[in-house]
């Protein structure tokens, strides 16, 4: 009888992690479509936190002779922003939520050591897409572990995959990626050493 309980306690699980990945997948690919709709829009000007160069096309200017000294055209000054990377200081990731769903600690315990390797088999992915850059497949890679990550636990790595992705869907500097980057493999280390 108390393997049956736990049999259908695990099918539960399965089926709850299931559908929350089918509804995020439905969710990233609206987004993705929304995404890809908005970008066949030809811009016509330059916006400074645009990473990608826009150009405005501007009327042909009068040869420089032709300028007058009063009508010369100013020079722009390139104002420097400082980048500001992320600082990922999360609480140590807990599976409290698996416990709360009625699951026992050794239980739970075997899920999270089971996301281990999922993260790791993920992680030199992450490396090659981020050496490429290719900011849309870490954005794929981040979400697929983000999913499980989640469903499992909150806060550490947890914390981290959610930030993460949800900065690769629009971002695109390089330094901010391998900022995370780095703490993916920081955390992913904790959670090794917490759940050996």
Known sequence: MLALTILSIFVLIVVTIIIFEVRNERRYQ???RQRREGSHKKPTQSFPDDPIPRTKIEPQRKKSSEVQP???????E?????K???LCNYPQFTYKRLVDMGLSDDEAKEFVQEL?????IQIPL???ALFIPDFHQMERLTHSIKGSATNLGTGGISDLL????TYLKTGTDLDVAKAYFEYLKHYTKELKEQYA
């Open 126 to 128: 992450i490396e090659k």
């Open 70 to 76: 009063s009508q010369e055209i100013p020079k722009q």
């Open 78 to 82: 390139t104002i420097k922003k400082e």
């Open 116 to 120: 281990i390797p999922q993260i790791e």
């Open 84 to 86: 500001k990377l992320p």
């Open 162 to 165: 959610v930030e993460a992705n």
């Open 30 to 32: 609206e987004k993705r």
